[in-house]
């Protein structure tokens, strides 16, 4: 069974940061594209980012030069760098394959900023 664990959400206020983690059991994250998502209030699920197994990495606009995705194969985990947060960077934030298993989400981590 695969699991994903975020951990590393909180409450931040706005121009603040925060490291987001993603623990990942089994295969899924050996050879797959690694994806963070977030999912707003009232909004659809959306992509943030993801990271190939070959350390390419792609951002959605809206977070590009504030966000940095991370892998380390050591410890099967992907991580979320996230500086100069905004009220509307407010979400629960998910990691999955890119593109998505849809077994695989997780509980998510909640982060939220203040302004």
């Known amino acids: 069974q695969v699991q994903l664990v975020e951990s590393g959400g909180g409450l931040v206020q706005a121009g603040g940061s925060l490291r987001l983690s993603c623990a990942a059991s089994?295969?899924?994250?050996?050879?797959?594209?690694m994806g963070w998502y977030r999912q707003a209030p009232g909004k659809q699920r959306e992509l943030v980012a993801y990271?190939?197994?070959?350390?390419?990495?792609n951002y959605a606009d809206s977070v590009k030069g504030r966000f940095t995705v991370s892998r380390d194969y050591s410890k099967n985990t992907v991580y979320l760098q996230m500086n100069s947060l905004k009220p509307e960077d407010t979400a629960v934030y998910y990691c999955?394959?890119?593109?998505?298993?849809?077994?695989?989400w997780g509980q998510g981590t909640q982060v939220t900023v203040s302004s």
């Open positions: 990271i190939t197994s070959g350390g390419m990495t």
């Open positions: 999955n394959k890119f593109p998505p298993a849809p077994a695989s």
């Open positions: 089994g295969s899924i994250f050996s050879a797959n594209v």
